[in-house]
């Protein structure tokens, strides 16, 4: 009996284990599919969403980046200065001595300043300052000398530059030199040019006893022409005349010259060639000026460190002026050359007062800072 049990109940076991794991199985199921049902059901704005953990980052993560509130663009470019335009007027017609202004015009150093500078030639030397004193001009060159005698005469004029440092100009005498000739000039006749020639060479050639003699003939005024008047035997000598070029050119025509320099004479020594500026506006373009005259520093120690270089850029760039009279004034043009154009020598501007006064034709010394400047300091 016993034994037909155990027999029995070994299917009875297996069928009943194996229906409880199908009714498992068939429970797990169902509650699969009910949580497949909840994840794929569509989203609306009620839907409650959660994100996990790691994808949130704290506010004290390192490597948090600030997200750009608007659009970056680059920034314009800056517009450069507007350009200043100048108008200088030479003293004469345009020669080497001026070789500093068109050194910085070809080499584009007025441009770097800003500057835009138009150099004229005036038909008539004695307009420049006239033109500057009424505004038509911004700059005009002169002579030292000429620079006193028109301030004297109320002209709003003041030097602040130097392009040349010794005088260009002297006393142009017709025929050779002759030892102990003082006689001899007293009793030549003489031409001038400017006022220069005529209020300060004249007078230290001609005494006073000599003028006022029967026989006496007053110095004429060249109107700017001397070889005309010398080839005409109008006069003996030009009191103020170039000495670089005139006594070549004379020399050309068959007349034979020898030179008699200022400080022959006693007349102290001057700047040759300075360029002025209306001192009614002079503190207002002072900027202006310090441009300029920077421009012209970095010109004449250009010229000086390349001298062949810089006389082909002025013959090309002016050929006019490629000739064996200018080729053979060159080299003393350069040692005359101011290598520091701004800068002022007051005790030769005061001197030159001291001595304008001595001699009569002034009536008061003027301070030197109503003659000329330094641009730089203003």
């Known amino acids: 009996m016993l034994r037909c049990l155990s027999r029995c109940w ?197 005494p006073r006893s000599v003028q006022q003699t029967d026989d006496f003939t007053p110095p004429v005024n060249l109107h700017f022409d001397p070889i005309r008047a010398m080839r005409e035997n109008q006069i003996d000598a030009v009191a103020d005349g170039f000495y670089h070029y005139l006594p070549q050119q004379l020399a050309t025509e068959g007349i034979n010259t020898h030179v008699i320099r200022f400080d022959e004479l006693d007349i102290p020594r001057h700047d040759g060639l300075v360029v002025l500026a209306n001192s009614d506006t002079l503190v207002r373009r002072a900027d202006t000026w310090s441009r300029f005259v920077l421009a012209l520093e970095q010109a004449s120690h250009w010229i000086i460190d390349n001298p062949d270089a810089a006389w082909a850029l002025l013959i090309s760039a002016h050929p006019v002026l490629d000739n064996d009279i200018n080729a053979s004034a060159w080299e003393d043009i350069l040692r005359r050359m101011a290598l520091s154009p701004a800068a002022l020598d007051n005790r030769r501007y005061a001197g030159f007062e001291t001595f304008l006064h001595q001699m009569g034709l002034t009536q008061a010394t003027l301070p030197v800072s109503r003659l000329a400047v330094d641009p730089h300091t203003l």
């Not at 299917?11 to 497949?36: C, H, K, M, Q, V």
């Not at 080497?96 to 030397?125: C, K, T």
């Not at 002169?142 to 100009?169: C, D, F, Y």
């Open 10 to 206: 070994h299917p009875i076991l297996l069928s009943l284990i194996i229906t409880l794991l199908f009714y498992n199985s068939a429970i797990y199921a169902n509650n699969g599919s009910e949580e497949n049902s909840q994840e794929t059901a569509p989203l609306t704005l009620d839907t409650d969403i959660e994100v996990p953990e790691a994808f949130w980052r704290t506010m004290d993560s390192e490597n948090v980046e600030e997200v750009p509130t608007m659009a970056q663009t680059p920034a314009q470019p800056l517009e450069p200065p507007p350009v200043k335009r100048v108008t200088l007027m030479l003293d004469w017609y345009l020669s080497p001595q001026h070789v500093a202004l068109v050194i910085a015009q070809e080499r584009g150093l007025y441009a770097a300043q800003g500057l835009e500078v138009e150099i004229q030639s005036p038909a008539d030397p004695s307009i420049a300052i006239k033109l500057l004193t009424a505004g038509e001009v911004d700059l005009a060159l002169t002579r030292q000398p000429l620079l006193h005698l028109h301030a004297h005469n109320g002209a709003p004029i003041t030097r602040i530059a130097t392009l040349i440092e010794t005088s260009l100009t002297a006393v142009i005498v017709t025929g050779e030199e002759q030892v102990g000739a003082g006689s001899t000039l007293a009793g030549l006749h003489y031409g001038y040019t400017t006022g220069e020639g005529r209020d300060l060479s004249i007078p230290r050639l001609l």
